[in-house]
Structures are given as C-alpha cells and as structure tokens.
Nanobody, 113 residues
Framework: QVQLVESGGGLVQPGGSLRLSCVASGIVFTYYNMAWYRQPPGHERELVAALTRGGSTSYADSVKGRFTISRDNAKATVYLQMNSLKPEDTAVYFC???????WGKGTLVTVSS
C-alpha cells in the first residue's frame, strides 16, 4: 500500500519559515519524480515545486527564490523549505509522487500575523 505522509505545517508569521516533509512508503522512492502542490482556500490545486529523480527542479513563479524542494532517497523523504512566507502562501500543501499518481492527505500552512 502506497502512503505519502506530510508533516511540518502550521501557523507562521509573514516573513517566517517552515519546512515541510513527506515520507513515502510502498514505492521504490528513487524511481519517482516528486512534487509539492498546494490548494489555497477557495482555489484549485496548483503545482508549487517539482523534483525529478535525476535531481532537476522547477518552481512556480510565485515561489521562486523563496522555496526549495529537496529529497533524501535514503529516507524516502521529500522536503519543501519555505522562506519569506507571505499570507498568499496560506494553503493545504500536498505531496505527490509520479506526476499525479500518488497523493498525500496534505498539511495546512497558515501565514498570518
């Protein structure tokens, strides 16, 4: 059974930082491209950052220079380091494996003073 379990969300003030983690099980982690998506309140889910199994990264324009995606294959974990957070980053953040194939249940990030 495939599981993707996110953690690290919470309430943070504008300008603050958070690091999200997603632990994968039930898949051969090194075979999969990984990504983070988010769904702000009242909006559709959108791609935030992607990381191929070869190490190439891509980011939404809205987070470039502030967010960093990385992976630890030995721990079957993908991370999203989020710096300089803004209120518009408030959303449920979802981990994804295999370009939409497998999804976590999400972790809520709220950026507010």
């Amino acid at each position: 059974q495939v599981q993707l379990v996110e953690s690290g969300g919470g309430l943070v003030q504008p300008g603050g930082s958070l690091r999200l983690s997603c632990v994968a099980s039930g898949i051969v982690f090194t075979y999969y491209n990984m990504a983070w998506y988010r769904q702000p309140p009242g909006h559709e889910r959108e791609l935030v950052a992607a990381l191929t199994r070869g190490g190439s990264t891509s980011y939404a324009d809205s987070v470039k220079g502030r967010f960093t995606i990385s992976r630890d294959n030995a721990k079957a974990t993908v991370y999203l380091q989020m710096n300089s957070l803004k209120p518009e980053d408030t959303a449920v953040y979802f981990c994804n494996a295999g370009v939409g194939r497998y999804w976590g249940k999400g972790t809520l990030v709220t950026v507010s003073s």
